[in-house]
């Protein structure tokens, strides 16, 4: 090589050396700028003002832009405001479009979504996110775009492994599942979201490796109480029964969370009548282990079945209800959109719901989700639990598969249900639209369909032998309606209200 040609590439090399910074270089200062302002984040608890928009001030366009708008979402978070929330979505896909690139972006467009069902905020279509679909689902996208550009970034990973899953079930959580089978190695996962990663395999399906992959959150030091409840749930579901009453029985003593102590009560509602739950409230945790063998072994001896028999037909309606009954969102009609906007549920880990009655509790509560999730997390106020079931599924848990069943056709759908208890009397229920606009199906327990005029009451009677009888016994001045013949009839609410559907079924408690 001649002089003047390694002058030549000397020069090359000094003028490509004195170009500014590739694009992707570029996101070096952005990126450290976005990271001070989560960490900060983090660090503003329950009572803790949140920075002023001044704190944005010397960041200059898009930065400036997703500096602000992550301020506002902690205050989606403290106070889901309808009109914030919707403008804070719309800002983030501003930012995204400017900057599509930017994991943080795409994290923060996540948070953005996952807030929108907590503030009543329809879902719309947008990026990574379909005409149709939840925000749950457009989260979930956003959030693999975020670790498909930055696979290192945590707080993405433990968002994707604990946030709420789509109503639309498997089919919008593909990526989701991938990408988290691809980082759980690789990421330093906390317990919560190792737990997460279980419950997102077991949605997909794939329950040997989801019974795997509890076991490990387990070991990670996940909930114990939760991860049995988990196992008790899938082992029954692989027909692996004994392992399943086992990790049942002993997860009623290693409920000393918040979070668990709640799920092992929101199991037990599912059978147990009011006084049943009220003695359950009662009992010292370490003591609920033979409080629960004990009462799933009284369940067997009610029902003259065979040792064990009785929890394994519950986990058998409990899959039934969740294979047949559980909230979807309709394909046509307003009650499509009120579903999607809906979706999501308002509670959240760290202040569950109603049942938390006291600043103490919530602190407790909080305090346990900073331990399990890490303290360095910015957001924490979205839902990891939801109410999946309608009514019919309460009751075809609580009462199992009835004897008959029938349904209108056209017009305001109802259904009715039979079981036939002889030599008891028959137990009857009615179920109705969540409108009664034509739009939904028959998803909400109901007094009678005496209200709903003489064309429903035909189509629910007509072919349904017994199924009706005491329709015409109604008594209007005592309000009642007398289900089932003789001195064992029950009596159930005036007709045309519809019912809490865990208060009616502990009236009707014959599970």
Known sequence: ??????????????????LPANIAAQEGAPRAAVDSILAELARTGPGTPIPEASRCGSYPGTLGRLCGELLDLKRIERDPKPGLAFDTEMALRRVIGEEPEWATGWYALAMARLQLPRAGVLAREGPLQPLGVTSEAGASHALVRALEIEPTFLLAAEALAIAPFPREGASQMGDRREMLRRLRHQLPLSPAARLGVALVEREAGDNDTAVVMLR??????ADSGSVHLELARILHRLQRSDEGRAALIAGASLATTTTARERYREELRWVAGPEELRVWDRTPVP?????????????????????????IEHYVR????????????PQKGRQKFRSVSM?????????????IEDAERTRTATSEYAATLGADVPFREFGIEQELLDDRGVIWIRHGEPTERTYTSG???????????APEPDLVLFFAETDFDGTSGASVLVTTPAASGG??????CGNAQGMCDELLRF????????VGGGAGRRRIAAPGQAANPAAQANVINDA
Do not use: C, K
């Open 287 to 311: 003591e609920r282990s033979d409080w629960m063998a004990a009462f799933w072994v009284d369940r067997d001896v009610r029902d003259g079945r065979a040792p064990g028999e009785r929890l």
């Open 343 to 355: 979706a999501g549920d308002t509670r959240s880990i760290a202040l569950e719901n109603g049942s």
């Open 1 to 18: 090589m001649g002089r003047a040609t390694r002058l030549s590439l000397l020069l090359v090399v000094v003028a490509f050396l004195s």
């Open 216 to 221: 490990e959150a387990l070991v990670a030091g």
């Open 318 to 329: 409990y899959e039934e209800a969740m294979g047949h009954f559980r909230v979807v969102i």
């Open 455 to 460: 064309l429903v009451i035909n189509q629910l």
């Open 475 to 482: 008594s209007q001045p005592e309000g009642v309606m007398n």
């Open 411 to 421: 017009g305001t759908a109802m259904e009715g249900w039979r079981w036939d208890r």
